[in-house]
């Protein structure tokens, strides 16, 4: 998303050095409504551009707290006389001729309620530019800043902040294993919750859908482009159509399909599924390969492995088998007489010894 200044509507071309002089005054007094702990302010997309902007509201109730602000800007224009409210008229008019401040209203997708609400949101996070004939003074408006603010020390120490966060992860591998153990154990317990989040959504929804038909869910705006604040700002609320309406109730006999073909799933998941013992053994093999993959396993767990996998030819040995004594032309049909009894004789020696090492195999495969 590009950030950049908005197009301010009626600006000219040139001007002369007394305009270019209001103007530089005006600016002024424009970033003194723009410091911290003046006139609140959020972000909003207009036209694939992130812009700035306030509430109209929000500039009233300050210039009224605040009208000196106004008299040293209106210095030359008789406003004694006038009221509070107009002199409000007067200064937001004047920046709005500037192009300091240019007006704006809800996209149509923000013009009704959303789900779970029954107003419309305070601070949307799309707006659309009004043409030039609505630039006028209106305090229930939203209006953008079209210039931008002074950049704030603390952006600074964000992207400070960012660029050592990404030098940390690329010196992972090189961390000490207490580090990685707590990096993963909070990564971990992160994405659990918002699985089991997840999860616990769509238990709540299927409950109820198949118990009434509503359509009803927990965090509705969970998924929602909106923060993480405002992703928990409504604890429950029924679906809605586009007219702010609920949604249809299913009827009974789709619900009763939806049990069924749930049944038939979990069914055809339990036949294929393997067996107690089987999952165990891909799970150890499963929770060894992660492990092997952050790089979390002590020494002494490397030296258990591999004296675990000991026993077996490794696959550097097993290359270096030279099979090229073994010819197919050396095996005739009078020597496979004599070679099936001792054959016979050597399967039994294996079987038996197969048996007798049967018991560390399994413990091996435990290990492992």
């Known amino acids: 998303m590009a950030r950049g200044k908005p197009k301010v509507p009626g600006r000219q071309k040139e001007m002369t050095a007394e305009q270019a002089e209001k103007l530089r005054k005006w600016h002024g007094v424009a970033l003194s409504l723009r410091k911290s702990g003046t006139v609140d302010w959020r972000e909003a997309v207009v036209s694939r551009t992130r812009v700035e902007y306030f509430r109209g509201k929000d500039m009233v109730e300050y210039l009224k707290d605040h009208t000196s602000t106004m008299d040293n800007a209106l210095e030359g224009i008789d406003t004694v006389s006038m009221p509070v409210d107009d002199q409000i008229q007067v200064f937001m008019t004047v920046m709005i001729q500037m192009g300091l401040a240019i007006r704006a209203d809800r996209v149509e997708a923000d013009k009704t309620p959303r789900q779970g609400k029954k107003g419309l949101i305070k601070w949307p996070k799309k707006l659309l530019q009004l043409p030039d004939e609505d630039q006028v003074w209106n305090p229930k408006a939203f209006y953008i800043w079209s210039f931008a603010r002074p950049t704030s020390p603390w952006l600074y120490l964000g992207s400070i902040s960012v660029v050592l966060l990404v030098a940390a992860i690329c010196?992972?591998?090189?961390?000490?294993l207490k580090v990685k153990w707590q990096v993963i154990s909070v990564l971990s317990v992160l994405l659990i919750l918002v699985f089991a989040l997840i999860a616990l959504r769509g238990i709540i929804y299927a409950v109820i859908w198949l118990a009434t038909g509503r359509h009803v869910?927990?965090?509705?705006?969970?998924?929602?482009?909106?923060?993480?604040k405002e992703s928990f700002s409504v604890f429950m609320a029924e679906s809605v159509d586009d007219k702010g309406r609920p949604v249809e109730r299913s009827r009974i006999w789709t619900r009763v399909i939806a049990i069924a073909v749930a049944v038939a799933v979990i069914h055809a998941l339990r036949s294929v599924a393997p067996d107690r013992a089987a999952a165990a053994r891909k799970v150890k093999r499963m929770n060894r390969s992660v492990m092997e993959y952050f790089e979390l396993l002590t020494v002494d767990d490397r030296a258990k492995l591999e004296g675990a996998a000991g026993d077996f030819v490794s696959e550097a040995d097993a290359a270096n088998i030279d099979l090229s004594e073994f010819q197919p032309g050396d095996?005739?049909?009078?020597?496979?007489?004599?070679?099936?009894?001792?054959?016979?004789?050597?399967?039994?020696?294996?079987?038996?010894?197969?048996?007798a090492t049967a018991p560390n195999e399994q413990i091996r495969d435990e290990e492992l």
């Open 217 to 228: 869910w927990l965090l509705p705006l969970f998924f929602a482009d909106v923060s993480v």
């Open 171 to 176: 010196l992972y591998p090189l961390a000490p």
């Open 331 to 355: 095996l005739n049909q009078d020597s496979m007489g004599g070679a099936s009894s001792a054959a016979d004789g050597d399967t039994h020696a294996n079987t038996d010894s197969y048996r």
